[in-house]
């Protein structure tokens, strides 16, 4: 793999694309130029217009999706029916089924989900559950944040509008009793304390990607959970459900964006617990990270922004380098930790707190 094609040049993108092109001949794919001066090629095209893809995309060895979920199929498709590498950062549920349906015959290795929640979350939830004989509950929690939020929402949109209401309104997949099931989206609220800061978590779609499947039949209780500041989760309630602005996600997107747009200083925090027997004994185990914003290459980059990069760009890079598999679906929970921390974007997130 030396050649890839980053398609979607926004803050996360344009990272991606800067972090891969260190390693790789990167090429970037938008309909408008990137905010900043960039070290590789543009090319500007729509990514709607599927003749336009099927021009570009096989001219490359690996296909970086970094755009949001509803414009991701048509670009998998592409990428199959060339035979090349496809990864995306999708949390969108019928997304990942439909790539799935590919990978079963594709000549590449089909890797959606490779974001935070899923991807990261389900990469250490993984290498937690591995150190026990038996596992009994995994409870994985995702948070970006702003760092010093005000109003009553706490929030700040720096990550894709239409991706976070999609994950609010979208039934998530859990284990519960032992029973593989869907719950609402928005429920089970709960708090958690962090360092003597009161937040309340509940439950969002997609956050565990294929997890369900991997781990059905092997304990009790497995769940996701995406963390906010206090007060969040009922006011997005009563905006999604009590004026009924479900059917309308545009005007919700529009809505919320412009009351809450981008801030600066953010925080994403990473916290994923796992309970269970080693031999006789029930013993728990816990990961806990708080990243903020960081400085690459001389350019200050937000901590959604580089986490979310970081991620993808480490699983290309591993299976670049023949530590995963070139060929078929990829499940996030499959990725080992220490061999993700161990790549050059990996390296990103050790020691940060």
Partial sequence: MKKILVIGMGKVGSLVGTLLAKQFDVTGFDKAQPAVELGFPIIKGDVTNVSTLEQIIPGYDAVVSCMPYNLNLPIALVAYKAGIHYFDLTEDVPTTTAVREMAKDSKGVMAPQCGLAPGLIGIVGADLAGRFSKIRDMELRVGALPRFPNGLLGYSFTWSPAGVINEYINDAEVIHNGVRKMVPSLEGIEMINIEGQEFEAFSTSGGLGTMCE????????????????????????????????????????????????????????????????????????????????????????????????????????????????????????????????????????????
């Fill in 214 to 353: 991997t781990y059905e039949g092997r304990l009790d209780t497995l769940n996701y959970k995406t963390i906010r500041y206090p007060g969040h989760c009922r006011l997005m309630r009563f905006m999604l459900y009590e004026l009924i602005l479900k059917e309308q996600r545009e005007l919700v997107e529009k809505i919320l964006t412009e009351a809450k747009p981008p801030v600066q200083d953010d925080v994403v925090y990473v916290y994923a617990v796992v309970e269970g027997w080693k031999g006789d004994h029930l013993e728990r185990e816990e990961f806990y990270r708080a990243y903020h914003p960081i400085e690459i290459d001389g350019q200050r980059w937000r901590a959604i922004s580089w986490t979310t990069a970081g991620s993808i760009a480490a699983v290309v890079e591993m299976v670049a380098a023949g530590t995963l598999p070139r060929q078929g679906f990829l499940k996030q929970e499959e990725i080992p930790l220490e061999a993700f921390l161990a790549t050059q974007n990996g390296s990103l997130f050790v020691d940060r707190d």
